[in-house]
């Protein structure tokens, strides 16, 4: 555990996922309320947000699709995936998907522990290059540079947000 968050960061498995499905739910369901899609649409119930980490962990994959966990005090409270590209020629690069801290955690450098244990495990797959995208003009576009992200820019109209509305997207990329 490191001290400054007191977390721990572990790689889930297929059944780890689906053992935690409810606390993985609640952190899509804090991020919604909180603005952030994750890339599901509103309104988003419990059911079916555990639902959708069920499909995740049938995907899961130790070279292509990796998820860690940050659990604090036996509780979960913030998660990231690391998916390499599909491409054959893009097989160097990942995105990091579905990247939440509990609500109650923000601001208390889980986010950062997390995205430092998906760098570390993206060296490992071998991989060069990530990216990602969040909504523009939020808390969460704000922080990626603070963490060494390169901004790339931002396309319009890229995602719809909890709420309904139709939001732009910043995309940013580290290269390893």
Do not use: C, K
């Amino acid at each position: 555990m490191t001290e400054r968050s007191a977390v721990e960061i572990v790689e889930l498995s297929a059944s780890d996922v689906e053992l935690a499905a409810d606390e993985l739910a609640q952190l899509l369901l804090d991020a919604h309320n909180a603005g952030m899609a994750l890339g599901l649409t509103g309104p988003l119930e419990r059911e079916r947000a555990a639902d959708v980490w069920r499909a995740t962990a049938a995907l899961l994959d130790p070279r292509d699709r990796v998820m860690l966990a940050a659990r604090s005090e036996r509780s979960l409270v913030g998660v990231v995936q690391i998916v390499r590209a599909p491409a054959e020629n893009g097989s160097h690069r990942a995105e990091i998907v579905r990247f939440a801290v509990r609500g109650d955690r923000r601001g208390a450098g889980v986010g950062r522990v997390l995205l430092e244990a998906a760098t570390e495990r993206a060296r490992e797959l071998g991989l060069s290059l990530l990216w990602l995208s969040t909504h523009a003009g939020t808390d969460s576009d704000r922080i990626y540079e603070r963490l060494g992200w390169t901004r790339m820019g931002t396309m319009p109209g890229y995602s719809v947000r909890p709420d309904g509305t139709i939001a732009a997207s910043a995309f940013y990329y580290l290269e390893l």
